[in-house]
């Protein structure tokens, strides 16, 4: 099975900053990721598939680039609504897996 | 706006089954090639990929899950039904359905949109 990390696994930022997510899995997986954002007490909400496309209806401050094994999600100005919890998951080898996630914070 | 709603049974005893139903609203469940799956997330934790079904009924299953898991479709209610046999207090955990799409091959598909999901506890 694919083993997918994420850092950091916790963040602490402002609105406005910059925020970068880093995904990582244990073999190349091409660009057969997708980002998701959950919020508490929510289902997880689609960002991104195929490690860069944006999903309709998706803040373009949001992107997303990488591919093999190293793959980043990008927030370009942090706003309100993005404090969340953030999950990667790899569409490429069976069993799909998703990544242990990253919680964004207000700092 | 294709919308999808979980239901079942929020308590279940160890050793028996949990059985969840979804139900699909705004789009038919068998009018495209999508492949329809169920997650689940223990409290404070992580996903997990329980299995997926195709439209025509072709299953997969995650392998750490395969014995113990049957999903089946119901095109005439246009619903997709989880079934996970011989529950433990491991299996305590939010059950989300969800749309997959992006291919005909299972691993390469996205998950989107999600129902808002079910907690499901195994307690005596």
């Known amino acids: ?107 | 706006q294709l919308q999808l709603q979980e239901s079942g049974p929020g308590l279940v005893k160890p050793s028996e089954t949990l059985s969840l139903t979804c139900t699909v609203s705004g789009g038919s469940i068998s009018s495209s090639s999508y492949y329809w799956g169920w997650i689940r997330q223990p409290p404070g934790k992580g996903l997990e990929w329980i299995g997926s079904i195709y439209y025509s009924g072709s299953t997969y299953y995650n392998p750490s899950l395969k014995s113990r898991v049957t999903i089946s479709v119901d095109t005439s209610k246009n619903q997709f039904s989880l079934k996970l046999s011989s529950v433990t207090a491991a299996d305590t955990a939010v059950y989300y359905c969800a749309r997959a799409l992006g291919s005909t091959v299972v691993t390469h598909n996205w998950f989107d949109p999600w129902g808002q999901g079910t907690l499901v506890t195994v307690s005596s």
């Open chain 1, 1 to 107: 099975d694919i083993q997918l990390t994420q850092s950091p696994s916790f963040l602490s930022a402002s609105v406005g900053d910059r925020v970068t997510i880093t995904c990582r899995a244990s073999q190349g997986i091409s660009s057969y990721l997708a980002w998701y954002q959950q919020k508490p007490g929510k289902a997880p909400k689609l960002l991104i598939y195929a490690a860069s496309t944006l999903q309709s209806g998706v803040p373009s401050r949001f992107s997303g680039s990488g591919s093999g094994t190293e793959f980043t999600l990008t927030i370009s100005s942090l706003q309100p609504e993005d404090f969340a919890t953030y999950y990667c998951q790899q569409l490429n080898s069976y069993p799909p897996s998703f990544g242990p996630g990253t919680k964004v914070d207000i700092k």
